[in-house]
T-cell receptor, first 116, second 110 residues
Framework: DSGVTQTPKHLITATGQRVTLRCSPR?????VYWYQQSLDQGLQFLIQ???????AKGNILERFSAQQFPDLHSELNLSSLELGDSALYFC???????????????FGPGTRLTVL | DQQVKQNSPSLSVQEGRISILNCDYT??????FLWYKKYPAEGPTFLIS?????DKNEDGRFTVFLNKSAKHLSLHIVPSQPGDSAVYFC?????????FGAGTRLTVKP
């Protein structure tokens, strides 16, 4: 158990819909990262928040957005869903924000999103 | 845009032998490299990392080698154990971004 929680565990929805994935970081961690793992691809870094502010941005689509709240939990919003958005979405947290500390990331168990 | 590539989707080795997983990158700005291990139905877990100022980092049975001129890194597991069977992702980062390879599924046979 990494201490990072993600809800829901599974999500099934239809094309065109909007969903929200939630992540609670480990106690004391200020950084939250979101990743997408599609069926035939590796992990893709989407976005990082550090203490409520966006810190780094990866391959995140414009239809996706995220935020980190004052209590440090984070939400990833996916809208106008397409079949290709079906994937595992992982959240990770770490105490600090700099790239030098990526080795301190702890990953949650993931949310499996299925778009029908 | 695959800046980090793991060209072998799978690797099978005998227990006790060496496992060598390879990773290539294209962006010379990457200066910190990591390996993660992932079991089914779990999130990835950090395994070992290396900074670009080094060419080798060792942690028990795991050693990561970095060849900056070739933009290549490798993970050596010696001796391999059945519990090492998992998907291994390499990742490369600079201060603003982190890219992962597609993963290599390692199977260690008893």
């Amino acid at each position: 158990d990494s201490g990072v929680t993600q809800t829901p565990k599974h999500l099934i929805t239809a094309t065109g819909q909007r969903v929200t994935l939630r992540c609670s970081p480990r106690s004391g961690d200020l950084s939250v990262y979101w990743y997408q793992q599609s069926l035939d691809q590796g992990l893709q870094f989407l976005i990082q928040y550090y203490n409520g502010e966006e810190r780094a941005k990866g391959n995140i689509l414009e239809r996706f957005s995220a935020q980190q709240f004052p209590d440090l939990h984070s939400e990833l919003n996916l809208s106008s869903l397409e079949l290709g958005d079906s994937a595992l979405y992982f959240c990770a947290s770490s105490p600090r924000g700099q790239a030098r500390y990526y080795n301190e990331q702890f990953f949650g168990p993931g949310t499996r999103l299925t778009v029908l | 845009d695959q800046q980090v590539k793991q060209n072998s989707p799978s690797l099978s080795v005998q227990e006790g032998r060496i496992s060598i997983l390879n990773c290539d990158y294209t962006n010379s700005m990457f200066d910190y490299f990591l390996w993660y291990k992932k079991y089914p139905a779990e999130g990835p877990t950090f395994l070992i990392s290396i900074s670009s100022i080094k060419d080798k980092n060792e942690d028990g049975r795991f050693t990561v080698f970095l060849n900056k001129s070739a933009k290549h890194l490798s993970l050596h597991i010696v001796p391999s154990q059945p519990g090492d069977s998992a998907v291994y992702f390499c990742a490369a980062s600079d201060n603003n971004d982190m890219r992962f390879g597609a993963g290599t599924r390692l199977t260690v046979k008893p």
